[in-house]
């Protein structure tokens, strides 16, 4: 009987630890296959095209975009672009990388958004009939992309694509800027200010007396 007693006590007492300890969870979810999900993302904009778009035709990608900051493209918008080109390429159709200006869209006196006119001149001379935009928005569990076909001559989005991937490890990664990113982005602002602090010590050297 004492030895009955015991063993339920002991069982009893390592149940009351058991439960009083801490238990440690990770709340890091697992990366989703990008390259699959890129895939998929040009498989739904090639079947929801609204207008034909032949085999064969001249695509053209520009790297996706942070929703925040037009001018930040990142790892993560980078590779989702690269990947975006290959899924076209092996559906098809000829691919070609552009570097486009930030504001692809420009709105004209009533308001409507249409391609820029420069845009349009650049896309129309290397013979591109459509162009794949995106954006992409990070979040706390997911990070949220946005695709778009515009045609050329119209501007009109001709077929869209929307989709999300897991905020993983790796794409968080993808959505820091970089070391490198952050030095061109300060090189490229210092060559803009270049020619303004030119003009202003010409101003200068034309108004300020001579010793």
Do not use: W
């Not at 015991?6 to 990770?26: D, K, R, V």
Request: net charge negative.
């Amino acid at each position: 009987m004492f030895r009955y007693q015991t063993i339920t006590l002991l069982f009893l007492a390592s149940l009351a630890l058991s439960g009083c300890g801490p238990m440690y969870y990770s709340d890091e979810v697992d990366d989703d296959d990008l390259v699959e999900v890129s895939y998929d993302a040009v498989e739904d904009l090639i079947k929801n095209l609204r207008q034909p778009l032949p085999r064969g035709s001249l695509v053209v990608i520009n790297s996706l975009v942070n929703t925040d900051d037009l001018g930040q493209t990142l790892s993560f918008g980078r590779i989702i672009s690269e990947q975006i080109s290959s899924a076209l390429h092996r559906s098809g159709y000829q691919i070609m990388g552009m570097e486009l200006p930030t504001e692809i869209f420009v709105k004209n006196d009533s308001g409507i958004l249409h391609l820029s006119d420069t845009t349009k001149a650049d896309l129309n001379k290397v013979g591109a009939s459509a162009l794949i935009i995106g954006v992409f928005a990070p979040g706390k569990e997911n990070a949220y992309i946005s695709l778009r076909a515009v045609d050329i001559e119209t501007g009109h989005f001709i077929s869209t694509s929307d989709l999300s991937v897991a905020m993983g490890p790796d794409v968080k990664n993808m959505l820091k800027a970089k070391k490198i990113e952050k030095v061109e982005k300060e090189a490229d602002k210092a060559v803009e200010a270049e020619p303004a602090k030119a003009d202003s010590d010409e101003s200068k050297s034309e108004f300020e007396p001579l010793e």
